[in-house]
Every structure is written in structure tokens, then in C-alpha cells.
């Protein structure tokens, strides 16, 4: 049977462009929201990867075999979905438009994978990585189909995020040298930076919020066995977390709201002999609120953005999930029960 494939990131929830209800009413205000928006999903009873938007449910597939999806945005009235599409074993781009499989995407003899998708001004760009040899992995990413190898100070590079404002190319990863720790990388229109306080600590740039002038990056660095959520520009750290002692944590998710930096972390901590998970939301580096927790289990941050002057975050584990503003709780689509949420995407 053919076997689809969902690594990290399964579902995205994207926002259109669409006006603030005037009713200051929860519910009428949330689902006037929730019905501007795309989730993409999966269904394990029948092993199959869709997007449900307006009320339709549309298949991700290719004819080619097994698929793998990353990441989704709508632009112009389009939904597009990336991933990957196995050719001939080999690990290739797929892209959706609407649902329909772009078959203008590149071809390759060796795998490559699609970590990211970003649209500026009606140019598609794709983020990840090609492996070749089994050993030399560059951190790459496709404009418009134009391949782009990004400046690597090693066999292994790794591009986890892209972000294109004001044609700024901002583009969040890390270096991976032998015998070295991680070392997070930043690229700003091919440019590659280490900001200081990256170098030679097993860390990792993961996410990223770009305001087309100073693009900031969030993910965290290894300290004394424990991962530091961590935030940087391209020249340094800018922001650090005091986490509670013995617990560790990394940015799942980065945002500018009103001039203030928001965060969605993903936390562990070892108690009574059992890891206890969270997303917790931090404005500034200070600690808001836990949105989800849960025992020797898997949780997620979904998603932390600014719509209509409103700023809407999400997050989920194995049995619940979060979707809300500061001060309302949204509804998610009951023709989404029993599928699997993973996250959520502008």
C-alpha cells in the first residue's frame, strides 16, 4: 500500500485575506475566522494527506508514489502545499496548487527535501536541503524552480525556514561539523551569518519572523545538557528565557506583535520519573500562559501570528488543542474530528 509521510509538521492552518467581524461576539468573530482559513491533514485510518478549505477537503497526492508534507500558505486566492514526491526512490520538490501537483518542478538523481514555502510578490520559494553521496548535505532553496545552494562553512548545511519581505531573502538554519557541535546558521539574501553567541554550542536557528528590515530567528542552544530557547538577529543574541530549573525548551514558533517579540516554546521536564511537555506562550521572555501540557506524550506549537490587529497562537498535544487570541478561544471545524492536527501556518 502506499505509504504517506508526515514529518514534523502535518497540518497548517492558513489566513486569508478577510475583515474583522464588527461583533464583538466570541463565537461569531472566531468562525467568521476559522471560515477564511485552510488545514492540512491527515487521515491515518485511510493513510492520506488533504487540506480542507471552505468546505471542501482536497486530496495531496502524486502519481509517482509516496509524499511527504512540509509546510502550506495561501497566496492570491491559491493554496499551496509543499513537500516532497518520491521518484524512482529518489526524494524530489512537490508543489500543489489548489490541490493539483506542479509537474514543472525540478527533477533530480539525488534526494532532496523541502523543509519551507514562502510567496513574495507571486515568486514561489521553497527551502531545504540536497543531499549528495550520503555525506554532503547543502541547505539550498528554489525560487521560482532556480536552484540556489546557500554558503555553508561545512560538508552539512540545513535550511529550516524561509521568510521574503520587502525582498529581503531571510532564511533560518544550522551547520553540522565533525566532531563539533551545531552551530545555528542565518542567511539574509545569501548572505551567510553565525550570530555571536552560536558559535561552537550545539544549537539551531529553527523559525523565523521577517519585518523586511531585521529579520529575527528563534530555536535554542545546548547548555550544560539542556536546550535554551534562544532568540537572535544576525549579529547576536537578542533575547534569552530563564526556564525553571531542570527544564529545557526551544522556539517552535516567532513573532513581532505591536514591537514585542512573541514565542511559542515547547518545554520538558523530567518529573517524578516522567517528561511533562508544554507549549507555553512568552512575550519579551517573560512567561504568559501554558496552552497545552501532557505526560510521556507529544505536543506542538501550531501557530503564532498577527491577523486583523489581533494577535491568534495555537498549539496541540495527542488530546487537545488550543486555538485562540488573548482573550477568545476559537472553534476548530467539526468536520476535522478524528483527523490529526499537527500545525498551523499563515
Not at 472566531?30 to 485510518?45: E, K, M, R
Not at 535554542?220 to 529545557?248: C, E, H, M
Request: glycine share 6%.
Amino acid at each position: 500500500m502506499k505509504t504517506t509521510h508526515l514529518i514534523l509538521c502535518l497540518i497548517a492552518l492558513i489566513f486569508t485575506n478577510c475583515s474583522k467581524n464588527d461583533d464583538n461576539d466570541t463565537g461569531s468573530a472566531g468562525t467568521h475566522i476559522v471560515n477564511q482559513v485552510a488545514f492540512l491533514l491527515y487521515d491515518a485510518t485511510t493513510d492520506a494527506v488533504s487540506y480542507y478549505h471552505n468546505g471542501e477537503v482536497v486530496p495531496l497526492n502524486s502519481d509517482n508514489g509516496d509524499v511527504i508534507v512540509k509546510d502550506i500558505t495561501i497566496d492570491a486566492n491559491t493554496v499551496y502545499a509543499a513537500g516532497n514526491q518520491k521518484i524512482n526512490d529518489i526524494w524530489n520538490i512537490a508543489l500543489w496548487k489548489n490541490g493539483v501537483l506542479d509537474t514543472n518542478t525540478p527533477t533530480y538523481s539525488n534526494h532532496c527535501y523541502v523543509e519551507a514555502i514562502a510567496i513574495d510578490n507571486g515568486d514561489i520559494y521553497l527551502a531545504g536541503r540536497r543531499i549528495y553521496d550520503g555525506n554532503v548535505i547543502d541547505a539550498a532553496y528554489w525560487r521560482d524552480n532556480t536552484y540556489k545552494v546557500l554558503p555553508k562553512i561545512s560538508d552539512k548545511s540545513f535550511a529550516n525556514d524561509i521568510m521574503v519581505s520587502n525582498s529581503l531573502i531571510a532564511v533560518a538554519g544550522w551547520h553540522s561539523q565533525p566532531l563539533s557541535p551545531s552551530t545555528a546558521s542565518v542567511w539574509e539574501n545569501d548572505i551567510l551569518f553565525h550570530p555571536n553567541g552560536s558559535e561552537l554550542v550545539g544549537n539551531i536557528a529553527y523559525c523565523l519572523y521577517n519585518n523586511g528590515t531585521n529579520p529575527i530567528y528563534g530555536g535554542y542552544k545546548s547548555i550544560d545538557g539542556r536546550f535554551q530557547p534562544t532568540v537572535w538577529d544576525k549579529n547576536g543574541v537578542i533575547l534569552t528565557f530563564a526556564l525553571a530549573q531542570g527544564k529545557s525548551g526551544q522556539i517552535g514558533k516567532i513573532t513581532n506583535f505591536q514591537n514585542d517579540i512573541y514565542t511559542l516554546l515547547i518545554t520538558s521536564q523530567l518529573v517524578n520519573g516522567n517528561q511533562t511537555r508544554a507549549v507555553e506562550l512568552w512575550k519579551n521572555g517573560l512567561f504568559q500562559e501554558t496552552l497545552v501540557e501532557t505526560i510521556d506524550g507529544t505536543v506542538r506549537a501550531l501557530f503564532l501570528e498577527e491577523v486583523n490587529n489581533d494577535l491568534y497562537y495555537a498549539a496541540s498535544s495527542e488530546t487537545a488543542i488550543v486555538f485562540k487570541t488573548f482573550e477568545n478561544t476559537l472553534d476548530i471545524p467539526i468536520e476535522l474530528d478524528g483527523k490529526t492536527i499537527f500545525r498551523i501556518e499563515k
